[in-house]
């Protein structure tokens, strides 16, 4: 059974940053492209960023060169580190399959006040 967990989400000032983790288990995370979704308010879940099992990341363009996501083939983990956070990035962030997909965890609360 796939399970995904996030974590490390909170209210955080605009022009801060904060760290968010995704921990699964049951797949073979090394092998698996990842990727970060957010969902803001009324609004519908988009993508944020992926990493694919080699390493290669993307971006959308509302988020680059302030965030990087980045994995842990190790430790089964795929973070998201958010720099020069905006108001306009307070959402739910899920962490997901990139090119596939499992039952989405809880996702964590990212507030930025502006």
């Known amino acids: 059974q796939v399970q995904l967990v996030e974590s490390g989400g909170g209210l955080v000032q605009a022009g801060g940053s904060l760290r968010l983790s995704c921990a699964a288990s049951?797949?073979?995370?090394?092998?698996?492209?990842m990727a970060w979704y957010r969902q803001a308010p009324g609004k519908q879940r988009d993508l944020v960023a992926s990493?694919?099992?080699?390493?290669?990341?993307n971006y959308a363009g509302s988020v680059k060169g302030r965030f990087t996501i980045s994995r842990d083939n190790a430790k089964n983990t795929v973070y998201l580190q958010m720099n020069s956070l905006k108001a306009e990035d307070t959402a739910v962030y899920y962490c997901?399959?990139?090119?596939?997909?499992?039952?989405w965890g809880q996702g964590t609360q990212v507030t930025v006040s502006s």
């Open positions: 997901n399959g990139h090119g596939w997909s499992t039952n």
């Open positions: 049951g797949i073979i995370f090394s092998a698996s492209a």
């Open positions: 990493v694919s099992s080699g390493g290669n990341t």
